[in-house]
């Protein structure tokens, strides 16, 4: 009897293993939900890049931007589970719309498989060199003696540049309109180019312009220094106590890839994040490399769901 238990055991493993094995069979497709040249889109192909190398199979960088990740995100929610169609999200689509928006075609636990936790990504805050300030203090006083004069810019509406300097807004008292951008290219020409003066928006963007002299640096968001940028002070060290904001990103599959094909994805994924080129990439554009199993990017993203919940409920962000 115990016999016949192993043998039925092994026999039902011997489909999902196989599949595994065979997988990939096509092309495989990763979901950008934003623009190119932003985060999103940089590590979606630093990733998919190493995996068609692995693979033996194109891995094509599909950008669907809209709604702040909406639109790529339902696109990829639809799409056939058998591991060809993945798509990477971040701290907005699987943290901040969740709250954010009333009605979504998609839930982000119930219609995704999660694969791996990509990569840790400070915000930074950059201003245009135009503007009179050197440090988070003195940008704090200017925006004090010029109340609601100037705008700020972010990659759309509940993405977490918004709500970074929505929660800066709030603890430092300072007023400022926000204008909502289709993705971070455009915010970055814009902040170079003086329409706006200021954002708090994903580090990798912004550092080589940053470094060519473009943009001026005050400060990173997260709870501590970059080690892309030792020097720069956080927020919080220059004059903004207890703040912290920062985003993240990983890939998902749609709800029901079979789960050898899942675990065969984030071993992979793993593995990509720890070759040394790939590493030190990533690291040079303040980004700070993850990997891990999927269930455990199963709890990162509940927990962000319920974090960012009571941050739009505190900050009382309405969608314009």
């Not at 509406?157 to 709500?163: D, Q």
């Not at 300097?165 to 993705?183: A, C, D, N, R, V």
């Not at 180019?193 to 940053?210: F, H, R």
């Amino acid at each position: 009897m115990l016999f016949k238990i192993k043998y039925l055991i092994i026999m039902l493993a011997v489909p999902g293993f196989a599949l595994a094995q065979q997988y990939p069979t096509k092309p495989i497709r990763i979901i950008v939900a934003y623009t190119p040249a932003g985060t999103t889109d940089i590590l979606a192909r630093a990733v998919g890049h190493k995996m068609s190398e692995a693979f033996g199979q194109p891995v094509i960088t599909d950008n669907r931007a809209g709604a702040n990740g909406n639109i790529g995100t339902d696109v990829a929610a639809k799409a056939t589970p058998d591991g060809h169609t993945l798509l990477m999200v971040t701290a907005g689509t699987h943290g901040i719309n969740p709250s954010l928006y009333r009605k979504l075609p998609w839930d982000a636990v119930k219609d995704f498989a999660p694969v791996s936790l990509v990569a840790l990504v400070p915000n930074i805050m950059v201003v245009n060199n135009s503007v009179p300030v050197k440090s988070v203090k003195e940008f704090i006083a200017y925006l004090k003696a010029n109340p609601n004069k100037f705008n700020y810019g972010s990659p759309g509406n509940g993405s977490t540049a918004h709500l970074s300097q929505e929660l800066f807004k709030t603890m430092t008292g300072t007023s400022m309109q926000h204008i909502p951008y289709k993705g971070s290219a455009g915010v970055m020409a814009d902040v170079i180019g003086g329409q706006i003066i200021v954002t708090i928006d994903n580090m990798p963007v912004y550092l080589p312009q940053v470094k060519a002299g473009k943009l001026r640096a005050l400060a990173v968001s997260a709870a501590k220094r970059s080690p892309a940028m030792p020097d720069l002070p956080t927020i919080a060290e220059a004059g903004v106590p207890g703040y912290n904001s920062s985003a993240w990103f990983g890939l998902v599959a749609p709800a029901g890839t079979p789960k050898a094909v899942v675990d065969k994805l984030a071993t992979e994924t793993q593995r990509i994040l720890k070759l040394p080129d790939v590493n030190e990439r990533l690291s040079s554009l303040g980004a700070e490399p993850v990997g891990d199993r999927p269930e455990q990017f199963a709890v990162h993203i509940k927990s962000e769901i319920a974090k960012w919940a009571k941050v739009i409920k505190d900050a009382n962000v309405e969608l314009q």
